[in-house]
């Protein structure tokens, strides 16, 4: 990796990260945090309180990342 790293390879590292993080607390390694919370928001008062938490940093980033997260999950089972 060179010192100039693109928002590419930044993003790539955040989400692995955060992937990580999901698998360490018991979640889908392929899912993101964030996928979770939203999946997880009205059962869970921690998931809508990242949920809520995360709309300040970017509106819609659970939902955003859930529904990414479905798509992905549709698209590997039409593979199989």
Known sequence: MTA???DGELRSIAVAVD?????ITGGDPRWTI???CWANRHSSPVAMF???A???V???HCQ?????MVKND???????
């Open 34 to 36: 964030s996928a979770r």
């Open 19 to 23: 992937e990580l993080g999901n698998a």
């Open 74 to 80: 549709q698209k590997d089972i039409g593979e199989k």
């Open 58 to 60: 970017q509106p819609n």
């Open 64 to 68: 955003k990342a859930y529904e990414q």
């Open 54 to 56: 995360l709309n300040i």
């Open 4 to 6: 100039g790293n693109s």
């Open 50 to 52: 990242m949920v809520k």
